[in-house]
């Protein structure tokens, strides 16, 4: 049951809300972590591991791994994509017979 109390302290917070700009929310870990990218950055510089940090975050609140960690300090670079033609003329070149 849901005391009078719990309504009253949900309704103070509801009022109290409406002072303040809306709260970021992050559809994922990984947008999360890459916010405090310049702090990650700046705790490995001085030493930190990954896991290290990974936990501190964790322990913080956001549920984190060292992979995600290590994504956002190393980002991948993503190779372009050849084109169909591109690979099409490069598998007829190898299926040609010497001759």
Do not use: C, F
């Not at 309704?11 to 970021?24: C, F, G, R, S, T």
């Not at 702090?39 to 995600?68: M, Q």
């Amino acid at each position: 049951m849901i005391e009078q109390e719990q309504v009253n302290a949900a309704i103070a917070a509801l009022e109290q809300a409406k002072d303040q700009p809306p709260v970021k929310s992050y559809a994922t870990q990984k947008e999360a972590v890459a916010s405090m990218r310049e702090n990650i950055i700046e705790l490995h510089k001085r030493g930190w591991s990954v896991a290290a940090i990974a936990k501190v975050i964790t322990d913080a609140g956001v549920k984190t791994s060292p992979a995600v960690v290590g994504s956002v300090l190393k980002p991948r670079k993503r190779k372009p994509r050849k084109s169909r033609a591109k690979q099409d003329e490069q598998n007829t070149e190898t299926m040609r017979l010497p001759g």
